[in-house]
């Protein structure tokens, strides 16, 4: 199975300030088409996870765009340009290229 | 409105099956497949399997392969999750996703979760 590790595991924020979430995966999640397969979603408090980021860098339908992502080999980042109230959660990496999909640990960004 | 509804709570003693629904809504059921997830206390989400509704044809993860069958009722537009041989340690919130199934590639529908407490 492919391990996804996050880091770091807690992130207090102050709002308005930049923020930053990387995932490191155990071996290349780029797939033959060229896109890379892995995704992140938010989990706010009490609810479902929602989809941010797929393939890497592409945003979810309905997602503000201080939310972007990068890659860099197996290196991946979820920046958060100016943090808002309402990006409180837990923020999770998966990986798509191969079943059984895989999770990272998950980030808890908390509003200093 | 395009949504995904699971069934409730359910409290299970140790040996015993479960079976979740998942019924869907606000966009053609055979168009997509439904997978299945679970989140267990203090753990990392885990995928289980899923099932491509458009062709009845499911796959599981090799965890579960041996305990867990998913199936659906198109005439109900509903997937469902069976999980025998309950243990304390599938104690966990179990949800269904909806993610294309040509690509395979992110789950863009949720559903609000089904918590299964297994305890004797």
């Known amino acids: 199975d492919i391990v996804l590790t996050q880091s770091p595991l807690s992130l207090p924020v102050t709002p308005g300030e930049p923020a930053s979430i990387s995932c490191r995966s155990g071996q290349s999640l780029l797939h033959s088409n060229g896109y890379h397969y892995l995704d992140w979603y938010l989990q706010r408090p009490g609810q479902s996870p929602q989809l941010l980021i797929f393939l890497g860098s592409y945003r979810a339908s309905g997602v503000p765009d201080r939310f972007s992502g990068s890659t860099s080999g197996t290196d991946f980042t979820l920046k958060i340009s100016r943090v808002e109230a309402e990006d409180v959660g837990i923020y999770f990496c998966m990986q798509a290229l191969q079943t059984p999909f895989t999770f990272g640990q998950g980030t808890k960004l908390d509003i200093k | 409105q395009v949504q995904l509804v699971q069934s409730g709570t359910e409290v299970k003693k140790p040996g015993a099956s479960v079976k979740v629904s998942c019924k869907a809504s606000?966009?053609?059921?055979?168009?997509?497949?439904i997978d299945w997830l679970r989140q267990a206390p203090g753990q990392r989400l885990e995928w289980m399997g899923w099932?491509?509704?458009?062709?009845?044809?499911?796959d599981y993860s090799e965890k579960f392969q041996d305990r867990v069958t998913i199936t659906i009722d198109t005439s109900a537009n509903t997937a469902y999750m069976q999980l025998r041989g309950l243990r304390s340690d599938d104690t966990a919130i179990y949800y269904c996703?909806?993610?294309?199934?040509?690509?395979?590639?992110?789950?863009?529908?949720w559903g609000q979760g089904s918590l299964v407490t297994v305890s004797s």
């Open positions: 996703a909806r993610m294309s199934a040509m690509a395979r590639t992110y789950f863009d529908l």
């Open positions: 099932i491509d509704v458009g062709n009845d044809r499911a």
């Open positions: 606000g966009y053609t059921f055979t168009n997509y497949a």
